[in-house]
T-cell receptor
Framework: AQSVTQLDSQVPVFEEAPVELRCNYSSSVSVYLFWYVQYPNQGLQLLLKYLSGSTLVKGINGFEAEFNKSQTSFHLRKPSVHISDTAEYFCAVTPPRPNTGGFKTIFGAGTRLFVKA | DAGVTQSPTHLIKTRGQHVTLRCSPISGHKSVSWYQQVLGQGPQFIFQYYEKEERGRGNFPDRFSARQFPNYSSELNVNALLLGDSALYLC?????????????FGQGTRLTVV
């Protein structure tokens, strides 16, 4: 079965410092990879996605992620964080459709990013 | 344009009761998915509907059911509620159910079972 592991449950960081949120997935087949952000009391919003092509993907709000097939990782990075980046971040994968049809997006448990002044 | 809207935003039910949650997708989106997000965890896939047909089902008991209407809105029904059903229920829509499609999420319905 597919799974997504977010290696850090919480990441505290000072404002304007760089940050990396780590994500590993288990899959022997090609998957599509996503990062979503969830602000308090809100739904999830897409930050970026990797479907194919360049392994470095740029998203909104200055975030980027690098797909590493050999390490089955899709780590999220930002060179300089702001207080407003404080939120929960979820890595997700969508494996190929099974014979029974339908795509199932599998989410990691989330990483809570705390940006301190 | 309106995003994905869910109703109600909050709900308190008693064990054993039934609940219906509602979702209106973004205009033009024909695929709706439902997720359960327990506090401190990531969303867990429950159902995906497309063109009024179930296209995917997660590992949830038969107490959970859903349907999609001709206008592409959707309902999630949960029977015989358990305390463990307390969670944030998220609805997401996309134009089609493709593997690489971005899911647009609503703000969710917070269900508390007492």
């Amino acid at each position: 079965a597919q799974s997504v592991t977010q290696l850090d449950s919480q990441v505290p960081v000072f404002e304007e410092a760089p940050v990396e949120l780590r994500c590993n997935y288990s899959s022997s087949v090609s998957v599509y990879l996503f990062w979503y952000v969830q602000y308090p009391n809100q739904g999830l919003q897409l930050l970026l996605k990797y479907l194919s092509g360049s392994t470095l993907v740029k998203g909104i709000n200055g975030f980027e992620a690098e797909f590493n097939k050999s390490q089955t990782s899709f780590h999220l990075r930002k060179p300089s964080v702001h207080i407003s980046d404080t939120a929960e971040y979820f890595c997700a994968v969508t494996p190929p459709r099974p014979n029974t049809g339908g795509f199932k997006t599998i989410f990691g448990a989330g990483t809570r990013l705390f940006v301190k002044a | 344009d309106a995003g994905v809207t869910q109703s109600p935003t909050h709900l308190i039910k008693t064990r054993g009761q039934h609940v219906t949650l509602r979702c209106s997708p973004i205009s033009g989106h024909k695929s709706v998915s439902w997720y359960q997000q327990v506090l401190g965890q990531g969303p867990q896939f429950i159902f995906q509907y497309y063109e009024k047909e179930e296209r995917g089902r997660g590992n949830f008991p038969d107490r959970f059911s859903a349907r999609q209407f001709p206008n592409y809105s959707s309902e999630l029904n949960v029977n015989a509620l358990l305390l463990g059903d307390s969670a944030l229920y998220l609805c997401a829509s996309s134009p089609t159910p493709g593997q690489g499609q971005e899911a647009f999420f609503g703000q969710g319905t917070r269900l508390t079972v007492v």
